[in-house]
Each structure stands twice: as C-alpha cells, then as structure tokens.
C-alpha cells in the first residue's frame, strides 16, 4: 500500500453535511430527531389547545378524592370512603398478584408440558402436543369466558349448603367439610393469628408485623438448608463420602416454622353459610379463578414451548457424554441438560411473563377489579379524567413490565454461558 | 418505543376533541342523519327489533329531534354505548346527542363538560331479588352479593346506602345490562340494582317475570335525560325545546294524529305559537317553524310515547307517577312557548 494517498486534509465546508458519507448519516439523524420532536410538539399543543376548547384541565388532583364504591377483592383495607389514589392501590395489587401467580403457575404447568411433550411415551408426547396446540391458538378472551362460564354454570349457589328445615339437611355439602365451591367463589378457610405481633404504621403503608415474621423465619430456615448443603459437599469433595442430610433438611425446614405458628396460636377459620354468604373464611371470586386457570394455561402452552426448544437446542452428544460418564437420567437433565437449556430458555421466557401480565388487563371480561378494572375503569368513568387515567395505566404497566424485565435479565445474566 | 404510544394516545385524544368544537345543528344537517348514543339493549327504552327497527322511549325522543331538526323521524343513526363508552362518545363527537338513561347530576353537568337538556323519565335506583329468597326490604340485604353496572351512579348509591344502614355487601362488577341480567339469573349475585324503570324492563324480558319482585326502597333520586356537549347552546336549544314541546303537547291534547288539524284551526294562541303557524319561534333556534308539528308527528305527545313504549299497557308496566303532568300531580311541566 505504497501508492495509498491519504485524503486531503479539507477545511470543513456546509456542503460535507450532506456529501460527505462520514456526515451523511449523522445529519439525517439529526433531521428525522428534529421532525419527530416537531411533530410530538405539534400533537401535545394540539391536546392542550383543544382540552382548553373542551373546558377540561390535565391535572391528578382526582386522584385524592373519595373514591366512593365498594371492590370486593381487596389485599389492603379499603373502604368507599377511601381515596381514588387507594383504589387505584387496590387493582394495582390485585393485578399483581394475579401476574405473581399466574407466572408462577405457567411455569410450573410449561416446564412439566414441555418435558413431558419430549417424552418417548407416545400417548404421553402426543397428548401433551393436543394441550399445546389447543391453548395456544384459541384467544386467551375465550378462555378466561369460557372457565368463568364453567365455574359459574356448573357449581351450586351458595344458598344450596344452608340446612334445609324440613329435611334437616343441605342441598350440597362442602369438601373435607372445609371448602365450599359455589357458582360465585369458593370459599376457603382463613388463617387467623391468635397472639399476633401488630403492625408497623410507615406514612401511608402499615407493615404486618406478623406476616413479615413468618417471611423471616422462612428465609433463615432456607439459609441455613443452603448453608448444610454447602457444608455437605465440601465434605464429599474431601472425603468422596456425602453425608446425609435429608432429616436434617427437613428438620431445618418445617420445625422453626412450626413453633413460630404454634407461638402465634394460628388456627383455621372454616367457612360457614350465614345469611346469603359464606362468612368466616376466605371467598376467593371465580372471576379471580378464572382468570387465573386460564391465564395460566393458555401461557403455559407457550412456556412449554420455550422448554422443548431449550431442550432440544443442547445438543445430543452432551446426554451421551454424561451417560458415558455415569450419570442417571435425572442427574443428566438437572446437572447437564437444564443449565444449559436455560440459557435459550430465560430470553424467550421473560417475553411470555410480561405477556401474562399485560393480558391480565383482560380481567374486565370477568369482571375481576385490577388495575384496568379500578383506574381505567370505574375511576376514569365517575371523573371523567380518560387522558391522566389512560395515560397513568400505561405508565403503571409498563413499570410493572420494565420491573420483571430487568429482574429477569439479572437472572439471565447469572445462567447465561460464560465465556472466558 | 414509550414516547410513541404516549404521543399516539395524545393524537386521539387531539383529534377527538378537535371534531366536538365544532357546530353540532351544521354538522347534522350537512350529514343528513342524527348520531344518537342509546343503550345497547333495554328493552322499553331502547332496543332493536326483530327487524333491525330501534324502538323504545329513548329512542322515540332521538326520533323527535331527528324530524325536528332534518323533517324525517327515520334520519337517525343509533350508536349502542354503554355506561362506560357514553359520555367519552359524546365528548368526542361521535354522537350528537345521547339519550341513553343517564342520569343528570352535578359533576356531569359541570366536570365533564357535559349539558343536561331536560328530565324526560324521573327516575329512582331499587333492587330486584328473587321472590324464594323471601327477601322484604332492602333493608334485609345485609352480607348479599350484588350486581352492578360499573360506571353509573347507582354504583356510587348503592355503596352509600349500604354504609349508610351499615350493612355490608359484596359488588359484582358487569359491564352491561345483558351481562346483568345473564349474572343474576344465573344466581351470580343475590340482588341486581339499577334504576327502577331499567329494572322492571330487565324484568319484563325474562321467562318467569311473576318469580322476581322489585324491592319497594327507593334509594336514589335519577333523574333521566338527554345529553349534549357543553358549549353548544344552540344545539343544546333544540333538544332541550323538542323535549319541551312533546311535553307541552300532551298537556294542551295536540297527539301523533291531530297535530295536523291542531295546527291549522286550533284557537289556543300556544297551540299555535307551539306548532309554528303563528310566530317565528323556530327561526330563533335556526330551524323551520313548523319543527315541533314534526317531532310530534314522529312518535305523539310524551304520554303517547310513554304509553307506547314503558306504560301500563306493555310489558314493562311502568306507571306514570312521577312522569305525569303537573295538573295530574307529576312533575312534567313544560316551560311555556312564548
């Protein structure tokens, strides 16, 4: 490269801009950047301009108002007389916990579909591709309508377990004499604290002592199984011997748990008819389990999906090379195949969560009250205020949504391969 | 990604509102058809027929404005809302006038921007239970499960008056009359509450009306009536004073069939100034003079109307009460035409 000639050391004239191919592309960014920001500008000057013409402000000052109607799922104390802001905290949580559950759930029902979809039992493999393929191409809306009809046409009213007075007995009997399924929830028994430790008031959050007790006590007793564990392999890795630690485990597990509840006085309360309901215990809706089956098994056809494909992406010869060494099937798929299948699993999995906590907003179908349910439905109708709730719920989801993308990616980035 | 959608959210809320700024009497003469917001499906108020034809109280006032404004009673498109799409449908232009069981308070008068043109159906909220629940009063429904309409006013009552005798109760949210009515008689909620007319017409369509009783509480007060958009006093004008002039044509006997002959050799001066063949009332609203001999044309006087629609004599069996004229101890009472 003798004969290369280095370009002519210009002075920078206009004209480069659009020439030049080291500006060219910077100066169509700039461009694109300035009329997109002149159009956004042009759209919110548009909406102020013509809510000004409508008589209507932008403003959350409804937010603190009374909120004045009833929710009849409620994780948190709230009454009618409560602020719009509370109910708003109310759906919030019941979105929540049906996104905490309804993950929890598909993963589960995924992950077992998945194996078993790669199963060398015929029947088995080809009846959990029936599974797959009819969760996932009917539309979740159909689902949620069609578990929420079964539930409600095919259970008994609640009406039908009161003792009849002429016959001295009832229509229908509850389960274990502890569940009653009825055509508008299923009532459980509730758990009561007898010597409970209180509540701690934070500004407008109280903490529930007693709650947070058990959470503590559950994570010590499975810090301390990790730790007899560790210990239990760093035995077997000096002598080759592996100690056992089953009862141990066990013993670690369930017996801190147990005085604690026992020191608590916790008993069950069992539900019982009085009046039109059943008192005493917890109603869970059947919106609520409507919308929590069918959320969960339309995307638990998905996960299994990601699963068989994270199976099937590692490769034959690594079963092959743990057989040779040894191995038993199960240890093969904990130690080789799975920790290698979740790298391709974990991407694709995040995409499904967010999907079910997004299509949770379908819970208005069923009349379950979540986030779309109380702000964008009952608040955003009795104030009139359709730009700030509209624009507030998208915000809220899509927080929800970045908060288990990125907790997510941590995850990910901890199994991912690592390549030194 | 976020800035789209949240700029895309402003772009149709900045078209929506750019359509309503508009004059709504140009706009439905330019059109040729009245957009008339009415409940999807309540029998007696409004509801499609077998044939496709919307018939029912709410209807019939639509129907008036209609022939009022354009000269044909059949010039109107009805646009189904429900409780929760209504008032966004209006604000937005996409109806001209909503007559759809909504009841005029304070907030929606003024907050939402919205103009009430008159009461055409004074209204109270009630429940309806099954006969075998042996249920009385209201005041037995301690611990029942409930279903309610959301985005209405009765659920903020019924949240009231369950506080207010401290009793509790358990909401079911539906989102329509049809859902309702499937909810209930299914067994999914113990009462079902909404206005009372609203509730003798949900009745009225079962199988076994006879096994459903209304309850005889009456917690609300729901006074019904046709909406506008705020601001446009002219078009607010012309329903407010079509409304008036079914109602004042009851009271001075012009009906559906005389109306004609009324207008030519009624001697009562009213009569006269009513239906255009003396003054010039209607120029001062921007239309022809003869605008209500027209509305009253299309469906009769309000009592004709009513009787047609909710009375006695249909299925829906609503009696006048309230809703006769205030020389039969009602509270109808036209405002004169002078």
């Given at each position: 490269m003798a004969n290369a000639v280095d370009a002519p050391k210009d002075s920078f004239r206009l004209s480069m801009l659009i020439y030049d191919t080291r500006y060219r592309s910077l100066t169509i960014q700039v461009i694109v950047l300035m009329l997109f920001m002149a159009g956004a500008a042009w759209l919110v000057d548009n909406t102020v301009r013509n809510l000004a013409v409508l008589g209507k402000d932008f403003n959350f000052?409804?937010?603190?108002?009374?909120?004045g109607y009833d929710i009849a799922q409620r994780l948190i104390p709230y009454t009618n007389a409560d602020t719009h802001a509370r109910a708003l905290l109310v759906g919030l949580l019941n979105t929540l916990l049906i996104a905490v559950l309804g993950c929890f759930a598909a993963t589960v029902i995924g992950v077992i579909v998945g194996v078993l979809r790669l199963s060398s039992n015929w029947l088995v493999a080809r009846l959990m591709t029936v599974y797959v393929e009819m969760f996932r191409n009917v539309p979740l809306l159909l689902w949620i309508l069609l578990v929420f009809t079964a539930f409600t046409e095919a259970s008994p009213l609640p009406a039908t377990f009161r003792v009849n007075?002429?016959?001295?007995?009832?229509e229908s009997s509850m389960l274990f004499g502890l569940f009653a399924v009825t055509n508008r929830y299923t009532a459980i028994p509730d758990v009561l604290v007898e010597r409970g430790l209180g509540s701690l008031a934070l500004g407008p959050l109280s903490i529930n002592l007693t709650f947070l007790a058990i959470v503590a006590v559950i994570a010590g007793s499975l810090l301390a199984r990790r730790a007899l564990l560790r210990h239990a392999t760093a035995v077997q890795e000096a002598t080759g011997l592996r100690p056992k630690t089953w009862w141990k485990s066990l013993l670690i597990l369930i017996l801190p748990i147990a005085a604690l509840l026992w020191a608590l006085g916790v008993h069950l309360s069992v539900p019982a008819i009085t009046g039109f309901n059943f008192t005493g215990g917890v109603n869970v809706s059947n919106s609520f389990m409507a919308l929590w089956l069918a959320l969960s098994l339309y995307t638990s056809a998905f996960i299994a999906e990601i699963v068989r494909a994270g199976i099937l992406a590692v490769s034959r010869g690594q079963t092959e090379a743990a057989f040779a060494l040894g191995l038993r099937p199960r240890r093969t798929m904990s130690l080789v195949i799975l920790p290698q299948a979740l790298r391709v699993i974990v991407p694709p999995l995040i995409s499904q969560y967010l999907n079910l906590t997004k299509n949770s907003s379908l819970a208005i179908a069923v009349g379950y009250l979540d986030l779309r349910g109380t702000l964008g439905g009952i608040t955003l109708n009795q104030t009139g205020r359709e730009l700030e709730c509209v624009l507030l719920m998208m915000l809220i989801y899509l927080a929800i949504s970045l908060v288990i993308s990125g907790a997510m990616n941590v995850y990910n980035a901890r199994i991912k391969l690592k390549e030194r | 990604m976020t800035k789209t959608v949240f700029f895309g959210t402003l772009t149709v809320a900045g078209l929506a509102a750019g359509l309503a700024s508009a004059a709504t009497l140009d706009d439905v003469k330019a059109r040729g058809e009245l957009n008339c917001g009415v409940n999807p499906g309540l029998v007696g108020f409004a509801a499609p027929d077998a044939s496709g034809n919307w018939t029912g109280f709410d209807v019939s006032l639509c129907r008036a404005v209609a022939a009022a404004v354009?000269?044909?009673?059949?010039?109107v498109r009805f646009v189904p809302t429900t409780a929760e799409t209504r008032f966004t449908a209006l604000a937005s232009g996409e109806i001209d006038l909503l007559a759809r069981n909504t009841t005029w308070t304070f907030s929606r008068d003024t907050d939402l921007s919205m103009d009430f043109a008159g009461v055409n159906y004074y209204d109270g909220q009630g429940f309806m239970v099954r006969q075998d629940l042996g249920v009385t009063s209201a005041k037995e429904l301690d611990g029942a499960t409930v279903c309610i309409q959301t985005g209405t006013t009765t659920e903020l009552n019924l949240a009231d008056y369950f506080t207010a005798n401290g009793m509790t109760y358990t909401p079911v949210a539906i989102q329509s009359n049809a859902e309702g009515e499937q909810q209930y008689l299914a067994g999914g909620c113990d009462a079902y509450t909404t206005d009372i007319s609203g509730l003798a017409s949900t009745r009225a369509a079962f199988a076994d009306p006879e096994n459903h009783v209304i309850l005889p509480e009456v917690i609300s007060k729901e006074p019904l009536g046709p909406a506008v958009r705020h601001g446009d006093n002219q078009w607010g004008d012309i329903v407010r004073w079509t409304l008036n002039a079914l109602v004042a044509a009851e009271e001075y006997g012009v009906t559906a069939a005389n109306v004609e002959d009324m207008a030519a050799n009624s001697p009562n001066p009213e009569i006269k100034r009513l239906l255009g063949t003396e003054g010039e009332l209607g120029a001062m609203t921007g239309l022809p003079n003869d605008w209500a001999k027209h509305a009253i044309a299309a469906g009769g006087n309000y009592g004709e109307i009513f009787s047609a629609t909710?009375?006695?004599?249909?299925?829906?069996?609503?009696?006048?009460?309230?809703?006769?004229q205030w020389t039969q101890g009602g509270l109808l009472y036209a405002q004169p035409f002078r």
């Open positions: 000052g409804f937010l603190g108002q009374r909120a007075a002429q016959t001295g007995e009832a | 354009l000269g044909d009673p059949q010039k909710i009375g006695e004599e249909t299925p829906i069996g609503l009696a006048r009460g309230l809703n006769a």
